[in-house]
């Protein structure tokens, strides 16, 4: 064994080492961009007020898709608190995904609908659309109605029966910044080339919230959360922003993203696919350079969309698995992109960075950390050299970690008690001591789920709150999922407190990808 | 170098980033407690300057006590945050305020700094206070996009000929955000510059007549009603459609046969645009010719015909009604239109 080790495996650990240095060096390079390109956005948006656009006559309509299914407790929380967002030419449509509860019916009365003749455009194939309502209080709200049929289907509905240039796709239960709309429009209306533009997304979890926005915003107390916290914040102020200006980005969130309707429709909406906000993300870029105009992906980094994270570990791992099977089956669909120079920086760069750096990290760590244990059993490497270079992995770990807390102290400070960014600094050097390993794993089965042809989003299990304390959850609603579907998202309204009511805090999950890759490294 | 060294190295390295990030992060967030902590001054700054507001057209010096005790950074935040929610008399005391502060006098110096950021900042503050200043046609030719787009918002408020002119420029230019905020500026200002943009048309080039023509659909002069009819001629679909709205939205008496003839076009865009133009005119006996595009093949245009004959009145319901009761495309849109004519009635659904 000891002689297999040496003959084959040595060779192997540097192969790994190799990669590790790699990888700190693409991070590195990442963090660089990052620092620079937030710092150009900063001095752009300083002092800035957004005001034109709210009474502009030239800017562009939106459009806000909203997939419902079984959402009676909490869709008319959600769909009020999107009525009140800011922003000049706005529409609403929500799509009712065959829900068994009373979804419609709650709209129906709360919104004043009336039916009318069940006709759209037709563009992208899904489902039909059985019954169209407007409203007679909004005049920007249509609901419309069809079977079940899952995520990607119903945003497909929607898609066809919205009328703006360019539309929203938001996860139900996200909490959007009142400005997020009039500050991601932006790079719209700079770019012709632009086709989508994604914003950051925030835990909300120890936050609270107040008529459908954001009261206090407040960093997690609890470990889990607040380690997905630093994630979220590795990912979206060091990870997004540095792609900006090292090749695009590949991934806008599902949470919240602003997309330009007519390359939608064009590349065919969304794919029925666990990752679907990743891969039609790819697909725009790739499309775009199919036909010969590059499509630009941007990413603005002071809209937030806040939202859940699961507090359980199990939903936790169930979360990672699916997401790195998504970003699996993204990267297998569009595999020819990969170091082909006819799609440019994607093929060349961006892609092959992405499987090198974000899908392969978690196989070569895991291959790294079994080498380093077994060599020391083995006698091969010394035990003061395995206790080193674990612990220089985790020092590079929390060395970006700490990157990130650095760009956020430094630009939004969204979290405004210095305690809750003090205790981020905690979270951040906890989550290398244990956390990070089982990321690893989740991704890795992940991979294995994939490859063994697994589809489904898995069961979900949501809770409900009422209490104003962290601690405290509600009802634990089973989940209607049916093998193979999608299962839509909870509704905006499960954090929301009903009018008149007092603030209320968050402590229940939800599902949101929140980067590209599973751990979200820096991506 | 043995590889225990190395790795001893590379974690000592890593370790020093470790600390100076920290360190980073410690020092900003011991400014910002100092800042907070300084909290109360800024709310007596906000009530002083509110004070100010509600006096006198010129406090005097009396009213600054509180300021003159402030940071300048917090004077320009509470200044900055007010400015827009004040005019009249009260943005000349919040004037007044910004001089005696010295924050108008660097922003008129920060205007010609070599930092785009500065210029860019001290643009923001001169047009959130409306001072004008004749360094302002001179940031239309800066080589920031972001300060010429923001000369553009700036110049609403003092709309000069030559600032006028500098918007008329900027609408060619090859960054969308600059050729956003001059469209925005232009429609705002309304009368004193569309005899610019119709000087312009005579020379413009395609793009540049595409964003005039948006100016006057949205600005609705008469004076444009000749230009736009002859540009409803042009060899460019998307221009001719254009022109069909700004033609629309001038009200002139001439215009609906124009449309009228613009519904045969090749083109859908402008069949929409003609269409949608009707409506706005609620030019009747074009109801007839509007008829026909509910069987159309493309949904916009079916959908843009229901919603022309709902804005046409009597002539235009009578013929939804006379399509609803067939099996096609006509008579779904027919239906749906009725049916908002009816939910726009606060009536029960058709």
């Not at chain 1, 725009?284 to 199919?290: K, V």
């Not at chain 1, 709150?465 to 309204?493: C, K, N, Q």
Request: hydrophobic content about 45%.
């Amino acid at each position: 064994m000891r002689q297999f080790y040496l003959d084959v495996l040595v060779p192997v650990t540097y192969v790994v080492l190799v990669y590790f240095v790699g990888l700190a060096l693409f991070y590195l390079a990442l963090f660089g961009s990052a620092a620079l390109d937030m710092r150009r956005y900063l001095r752009e948006v300083r002092a800035e007020r957004y005001q034109e656009i709210l009474s502009s006559e030239v800017a562009p309509s939106i459009s806000v898709l909203v997939p419902a299914h079984n959402e009676e407790a909490t869709i008319t929380e959600s769909v009020r608190a999107l009525l009140t967002l800011s922003y000049p030419q706005l529409e609403i449509v929500v799509v009712d995904d065959g829900s068994t509860d009373g979804t419609l019916a709650v709209l129906a009365s709360t919104f004043d609908l009336v039916p009318i003749q069940p006709v759209y455009d037709l563009r992208i194939a899904t489902l039909p659309v059985t019954a169209i309502y407007r409203s007679r209080q909004f005049p920007h709200l249509v609901v419309a109605a069809k079977d079940q049929s899952g995520k990607a289907d119903t945003l497909n509905a929607a898609l066809n029966i919205a009328g703006s240039e360019l539309v929203c796709s938001l996860d139900a239960d996200t909490i959007l910044d009142p400005d997020g709309l009039r500050r991601l429009v932006r790079p719209f209306i700079r770019s012709p080339r632009v086709v989508a533009a994604g914003a950051t997304i925030r835990v909300a979890n120890g936050c609270t919230v107040s008529q459908g926005r954001m009261a206090t915003e407040r960093g997690p107390h609890r470990a889990l959360a607040g380690i997905q916290a630093v994630e979220y914040l590795r990912a979206f102020l060091f990870g997004r922003p540095g792609w900006n200006r090292l090749g695009g980005n590949l991934l806008i969130s599902g949470a919240f993203g602003l997309f330009h309707r007519q390359s939608l429709l064009e590349t065919d909406g969304y794919t029925k696919t666990v990752g679907e906000d990743m891969e039609l993300v790819v697909r725009l870029r790739r499309h775009g350079y199919e036909t010969g105009q590059p499509a630009r992906i941007e990413f603005v980094p002071d809209p937030v969309a806040w939202t859940e994270t699961p507090t359980a570990l199990r939903e936790l791992g169930r979360q990672r698995e699916r997401w790195q099977r998504g970003f699996t089956d993204t990267l297998w669909r569009h595999r020819r992109l990969f170091f082909n120079p006819r799609y440019g920086v994607l093929g060349m760069v961006v892609f092959p960075a992405f499987v090198f750096f974000e899908w392969m990290a978690p196989v070569v760590e895991a291959v790294g950390l079994v080498l380093v244990v077994l060599g020391a059993l083995l006698g091969v490497i010394s035990p003061l050299f395995a206790i080193l270079f674990f612990s220089l992995a985790c020092g590079i770990g929390i060395l970006l970690s700490m990157l990130a807390l650095m760009l956020e102290e430094l630009s939004f400070r969204r979290y405004g008690r210095a305690r809750d960014r003090a205790l981020l600094v905690v979270w951040a050097v906890l989550e290398n001591l244990g956390y990070r390993q089982l990321t690893v794993v989740w991704r890795l089965r992940g991979v294995m789920d994939y490859l063994g042809g697994k589809t489904s989003w898995g069961k979900m299990k949501r809770k409900g709150f009422v209490g104003s304390d962290d601690e405290r959850s509600t009802s634990d609603t089973p989940s209607d999922h049916v093998p193979g579907v999608p299962v839509p998202p909870a509704g905006l309204g499960a954090l929301r407190s009903p009018p008149g009511a007092p603030p209320i805090r968050l402590s229940v999950r939800h599902d949101t990808r929140l980067a590209s890759q599973g751990s979200a490294r820096g991506g | 170098m043995s590889p225990v060294d190395l790795v001893v190295v590379t974690l000592i390295v890593v370790g020093a980033g470790i600390c100076a990030v920290l360190t980073t992060v410690a020092v900003s967030s011991l400014i910002q407690m100092h800042r907070v902590r300084r909290e109360p001054r800024l709310a007596a700054v906000r009530q002083a300057v509110v004070v100010a507001l509600s006096g006198p057209d010129d406090p005097g010096p009396g009213a600054f006590t509180g300021l003159s005790r402030s940071t300048r950074r917090y004077v320009s935040a509470v200044l900055l945050e007010l400015a827009p929610s004040v005019n009249g008399t009260s943005r000349m005391v919040l004037n007044t305020l910004g001089e005696r502060v010295g924050m108008l006098g660097r922003a008129r110096r920060g205007i010609r700094s070599r930092r785009w950021s500065t210029r860019l900042y001290s643009a923001r503050v001169l047009t959130a206070l409306g001072v004008e200043s004749d360094a302002l046609v001179g940031l239309f030719d800066d080589t920031a996009p972001e300060v010429r787009a923001q000369a553009a918002t700036w110049a609403v408020a003092t709309p000069s000929p030559g600032a006028v002119a500098g918007l008329v420029g900027l609408l060619g230019d090859t960054d969308g955000l600059c050729r956003f905020a001059a469209q925005d500026a232009l429609i705002r200002i309304g009368l004193p510059a569309f005899r610019a943009l119709l000087d312009a048309l005579a020379s413009a080039d395609d793009d540049v007549t595409g964003h005039i023509l948006e100016i006057a659909a949205a600005g609705g002069d008469g004076r444009f009603a000749g230009p736009a009819t002859d540009l409803c001629g042009h060899v460019a679909p998307r221009l001719r459609a254009r022109a069909a709205s700004a033609l629309a939205r001038t009200g002139d008496p001439a215009a609906g046969p124009v449309l009228v003839g613009l519904l045969d076009d090749p083109s859908h865009e402008v069949v929409l645009a003609a269409a949608s133009g009707l409506a706005q005119l609620s030019y009747w006996p074009g109801a007839a010719e509007v008829e026909p595009l509910l069987s159309r093949p493309s949904w916009e245009v079916r959908r843009q015909a229901g919603l022309t004959l709902l804005a046409l009145g009597d002539p235009g319901t009578v013929l939804l009604w006379a399509n609803a009761p067939g099996d096609g495309q006509a008579a779904d849109m027919s239906i749906q239109a009725l049916q908002l004519r009816s939910l726009a009635a606060g009536g029960a659904p058709v």
